[in-house]
């Protein structure tokens, strides 16, 4: 289905705040050499509790998150590690980039480049050369916030990231900002607890994003023009048995497939009323996010909590997941963010 050019909004009328406030330029280009290391990965074949086809990829992570499809590899960061990784599912060989801070959301350029959005500052990572240079601190005057989260438009102007208090007080200091192809960075949305669940609806304007510790999924109108949301209202309530809603995207057909984080599953809901439509349990107990891959599949990050005793960790938690044959299609291209 071909794409609107255009995917942006208006100001919304909401009980967030929201502010146009640029993002701080760092004084100086800052450079640094990132370090990085291949290892093949142990694959494991099995059913679900459903019957699902389903690949375990032994990666040991302490927080997968943000799993993108492109170009034949799949692409997703470890926010505790820190690392942002690359794998070729068909040679099971895994590249890992090893990072000095958390890292909260990623994407990639048309270059190839790779942005990434680290604890404090959005940074843009060489892969070929190691090479990471800070191009912006989007968040001087929220210490206690780290980054988190992010997608590129459909239309690829924009990287869209959010932000979350990472002090432990759980206080709504989560931001939604806006990056433009050009440099300039805008707060989106103010007041969220953990901003989460990105994703855009087939039509390029429908957009959506959830909190996860409030457990609100919400749907707002996107207007590429200006980068901005407007029309944002709550869509869906998850709590802790269903499944608070983490990571996510929109299949073909409309449906809101979220991460589960808490129950263990994904929930899948309709377009529209927001029905759940299924479920999907999974071996691990805190997935993250899943995104389309190959041939029908489905790929799904998880984590392991750091207040979880050692007898309370599966051998599944923190794995790499790619469930077979579940969408009636592939996963589109992935959008490419334009050069900065």
């Known amino acids: 289905m071909p794409m609107p050019r255009r995917c942006a909004a208006r100001h919304p009328r909401t009980r967030w705040r929201s502010s146009t406030r640029a993002a701080a330029l760092p004084r100086r280009s800052t450079t640094v050499i990132v370090r990085h290391s291949t290892r093949l990965v142990e694959v494991r074949e099995r059913r679900t509790a459903d019957g699902l086809h389903l690949r375990e990829f032994r990666v040991g992570n302490r927080v997968g998150e943000c799993p993108v499809w492109d170009a034949g590899q799949l692409a997703w960061i ?15 060989l895994m590249t890992t980039w090893h990072l000095d801070k958390p890292v909260g959301a990623h994407c990639r350029r048309v270059d190839g480049r790779i942005v990434l959005a680290l604890s404090d500052e959005l940074a843009v990572l060489d ?3 190691g090479k990471l240079r800070t191009v912006a601190h989007p968040e001087p005057d929220r210490p206690g916030n780290r980054l988190n989260e992010g997608r590129v438009s459909p239309c690829g102007n924009w990287f869209l990231f959010g932000s979350m208090d990472d002090t432990g007080a759980r206080q709504p200091t989560g931001r939604i900002h806006a990056l ?3 440099g300039r960075c805008h707060v989106v949305h103010d007041g969220l607890y953990i901003a ?14 959830s909190d996860s510790l409030a457990g609100v999924v919400y749907r707002a109108r996107w207007q590429a023009d200006t980068g901005t949301l407007d029309a944002i209202a709550p869509w869906i309530k998850a709590g802790e048995q269903e499944g608070r809603p983490d990571g996510a995207f929109v299949d073909d057909a409309g449906n809101y497939w979220s991460a589960g984080v808490s129950a263990g599953r994904l929930n899948v809901y309709a377009p529209g009323d927001g029905a759940r439509r299924f479920t999907v349990a999974l071996p691990c107990q805190a997935p993250s996010m899943p995104c389309p891959g190959p041939d029908g599949s489905v790929f799904v990050t998880s984590l392991v909590r750091p207040q979880w005793q050692p007898d309370d960790i599966r051998p599944e938690d923190g794995q790499l997941f790619q469930l077979m044959d579940v969408l009636h299609t592939g996963a589109r291209p992935s959008p490419r963010l334009s050069i900065l």
């Open 196 to 209: 989460n669940g990105f994703a855009w609806a087939a039509d390029a304007q429908t957009f959506y994003f």
């Open 127 to 129: 892969p070929v050369t």
């Open 180 to 182: 433009h192809a050009s």
């Open 78 to 92: 470890d926010v505790r590690a820190p690392a942002f990784h690359v794998l070729d599912p068909r040679t099971r």
